[in-house]
């Protein structure tokens, strides 16, 4: 008995072709196991996004290299495998002789040959394809997410493409802070317009608009714009934009100056005298962040 003869016998005892026999469940073959078809590799790529593109959500066309099997290249059934991808190995056990299945060397599993292919192609039919891909960026994604376009990784003779994976990367902005959904601004202001009341310029995720300070401003106060943070990735609420207020003391100061300050030295309404409405640090955090 030649081995031709013993996958023939066992192929007439176990139902012949990949789908139903049981040796590749309990072997764990892989291939053309219930419908299970091979895929294509991965493609992993970052994408750099903006605080505001990150609050509002964005549409992002990117290329991707993609390996894809070349329009001209044509496929015949494997002759090793007869298309199910998978050949059977005889085992001896204690039990006696049984059988598995492994993937197919001479197709890899596929099921099928290159028959005939084009002049940019591979010798497996495939060529490397550049391709723009639209990708719709939820709201609210932060950095090292990923996430994944199915089917659009590299293809695969005889199987199905690979997914594209989308590593998020955020670009740290140079004025405003991300705190979860909320977005946080540190302003400095003039010792004078906290104690004079001013109006000034912040800037935001929708751009700048102006805030009125009022006079006698503690410096640590904070104040918050309702609805100028960050949407959710889960819903439609946003965060707020939290600003922080500093009052900026002057670090050096002309004679003139000096001498100008020194007047108020005696005067009862700089020396600091806290009532319980100005609350420390960490009153402020615990109000705005429970
Ligand atoms: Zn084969």
Request: glycine share 14%.
């Amino acid at each position: 008995m030649n081995m031709e003869d013993i996958f023939s016998q066992f192929g007439d005892v176990f139902g012949g072709g990949g789908g139903g026999s049981p040796f590749e469940s309990i072997f764990g073959g892989g291939g053309s196991r219930g419908g299970r078809r091979r895929k294509g590799t991965n493609l992993r790529i970052k994408i750099k996004l903006t605080l505001q593109e990150i609050a509002e959500g964005v549409e992002k066309k990117i290329k991707v290299n993609r390996l894809m099997v070349d329009p001209s290249t044509t496929f015949k059934s494997c002759p090793s495998c007869q298309g199910t991808g998978q050949v059977r190995k005889v085992m001896n056990t204690m039990l006696g002789q049984m059988m598995s299945s492994a993937t197919c060397p001479s197709c890899g599993g596929a099921g099928e040959l290159v028959d005939s292919k084009g002049s940019g192609a591979d010798n497996s039919g495939m060529n490397r394809t550049e391709e723009v891909i639209a990708i719709k960026i939820p709201a609210g994604v932060s950095d090292g997410i990923q996430l994944s376009m199915s089917g659009k990784g590299n293809e695969v003779a005889g199987g199905v493409a690979g997914d594209l994976l989308i590593v998020i990367e955020e670009i740290e902005d140079d004025q405003l802070k991300r705190d979860g959904n909320n977005v946080i601004y540190d302003l400095y202001l003039s010792f004078l317009d906290a104690a004079l009341g001013a109006s000034v310029e912040v800037p935001t995720i929708d751009g700048k608009v102006k805030i009125k300070i009022d006079s006698g401003t503690q410096s640590g106060k904070i104040l918050r714009l309702k609805g100028k943070g960050i949407k959710d990735i889960e819903g439609y609420r946003r965060g707020d934009q939290l600003i922080h207020l500093n009052v900026w003391t002057p670090k050096t100061l002309s004679k003139e100056e000096r001498s100008i300050l020194e007047n108020f030295k005696e005067s009862k309404n700089f020396i600091p005298a806290p009532s319980k409405n100005d609350k420390g640090f960490y009153e402020k955090m615990k109000e705005f962040f429970e």
